[in-house]
């Protein structure tokens, strides 16, 4: 394919994810496509800052902002007169992110509304080598609650510097729920804020998730039924049940789309909020992705070419 035909599908992709942007924000964002506020109107939209998001540095895989704004754009001069400069680009994506989740959200919604039986999983995310973890000063000078910090990853046996992503998936394989969190938090935390969301519902985790107490308060408080594979040392050890082995595979591909296609754990932010808007743009860029292949009636997982 030549680099034409490639500038091409870049703004068919943005001119695309903008009109389904347009079709979910009826409430946050007004007739200019703006979330009300002072002062004057931009000419480059809220939500074609969003869709610019999700369709370039997401969607296309593009991580270099600089390469994006001062070489492929630049073939689009006259197609996006109004375009702002890369500046603006990250400041407005930073403030734009909560109307960017308010979409996915709804997305998410639309396919899978009904859903009652979910998985949850986490994934570690990297900042940076651990030996220069301590030298890091991402979040040391503002809100440390969001600085990264060290942490280990079972799975993997291995330590890292960084964050852990933790999300909620429905047997479609539709991410209902997700949060950024510190590397040294246990996956158990995250169960404390899915209770104040779902309710009459089961959720599959595996053996980090394993804990009497929470199990039982969830039950409780919310008749959520956490479900946890035994450890061999268990009473009662029962064996991993087949089917629910194989449906909690969903969550695991997700985490490998996210992973793969959208470079989850090559992140260029410098300060935390940029970070965080970045993992939001990535998640509802995948949703995004999954919404275009649920209208046309094709399997939703797969998002590879769902727009071309």
Request: aromatic residues 12%; proline residues 4%.
């Amino acid at each position: 394919m030549s680099s034409s035909q490639n500038m091409h599908n870049l703004y068919t992709k943005f001119v695309k994810i903008l009109e389904i942007c347009k079709l979910f924000s009826e409430n946050p964002v007004n007739e200019y496509g703006n979330i009300p506020r002072r002062g004057p109107i931009p000419k480059f939209s809220d939500l074609e800052v969003v869709a610019l998001s999700l369709a370039a540095a997401e969607s296309e895989s593009i991580n270099s902002e600089k390469w994006l704004f001062e070489y492929r754009l630049q073939e689009y001069k006259d197609k996006l007169p109004t375009l702002i400069s890369r500046r603006q680009f990250n400041d407005l994506r930073k403030n734009t992110a909560g109307l960017c989740e308010e979409i996915r959200k709804r997305l998410a919604m639309k396919m899978d509304d009904a859903e009652k039986l979910f998985f949850v999983d986490s994934k570690p995310i990297e900042f940076c080598r651990v030996a220069r973890g301590k030298r890091c000063r991402m979040g040391r000078t503002g809100d440390f609650s969001k600085a990264p910090d060290f942490g280990y990853c079972a799975s993997q046996n291995t330590y890292y510097f960084g964050y852990k992503l933790h999300a909620l998936c429905g047997l479609t394989g539709v991410i209902h729920s997700y949060d950024l969190s510190k590397a040294s938090v246990a996956d158990l935390k995250y169960m404390k804020d899915v209770k104040l969301t779902y309710h009459d519902c089961s959720i599959y985790g595996d053996k980090g998730y394993i804990g009497a107490d929470i199990q039982l308060d969830l039950f409780e408080t919310a008749h959520i039924r956490l479900e946890c594979p035994y450890r061999v040392n268990q009473k009662d050890w029962k064996p991993t049940f087949i089917p629910f082995a194989k449906a909690r595979k969903r969550i695991e591909t997700l985490f490998s789309q996210l992973t793969d296609q959208f470079l989850v754990i090559r992140n260029y932010a410098k300060i935390t909020n940029g970070l965080f808007a970045r993992i939001i743009s990535k998640i509802s860029a995948l949703t995004v992705l999954q919404y275009v292949n649920f209208i046309n009636n094709k399997p939703i997982g797969r998002i590879k070419y769902a727009l071309n």
